[in-house]
């Protein structure tokens, strides 16, 4: 099995940061794309960014310019820098992997999730 711990967020105010992390443990083969999804109440879970092993990235035309999405593949941990937050950023934040266990088993796995609430 494969754990997804998240941590880094917190109450801003807008136009501040934040930094999420994201890490990746357990019996990890490989990770193939990395994500963040949010869900603010009331609505459904979105997908924020992702990154693939290789390196390239997707965001949703909402965080771009905003948010950066890394990782850093020898600590399986990946990261959101989230600058000129809004207050419609406000959500729920959840890290998710495509991973192959070391039995050579694909699965999907979801972190906890850490909220984001921006708000003066």
């Known amino acids: 099995q494969v754990q997804l711990v998240e941590s880094g967020g917190g109450l801003v105010q807008p136009g501040g940061s934040l930094r999420l992390s994201c890490a990746a443990s357990g019996s990890i083969f490989s990770i193939n794309a990395m994500s963040w999804y949010r869900q603010a109440p009331g609505k459904e879970r979105e997908l924020v960014a992702s990154i693939r092993s290789g390196g390239s990235t997707y965001y949703t035309d909402s965080v771009k310019g905003r948010f950066t999405i890394s990782r850093d593949n020898a600590k399986n941990t990946m990261y959101l820098q989230m600058n000129s937050l809004k207050p419609e950023d406000t959500a729920v934040y959840y890290c998710?992997?495509?991973?192959?266990?070391?039995?050579?088993?694909?699965?999907?796995?979801w972190g906890q999730g850490t909220q984001v609430t921006v708000s003066s």
């Open positions: 998710h992997a495509e991973a192959i266990t070391t039995a050579r088993v694909w699965n999907n796995y």
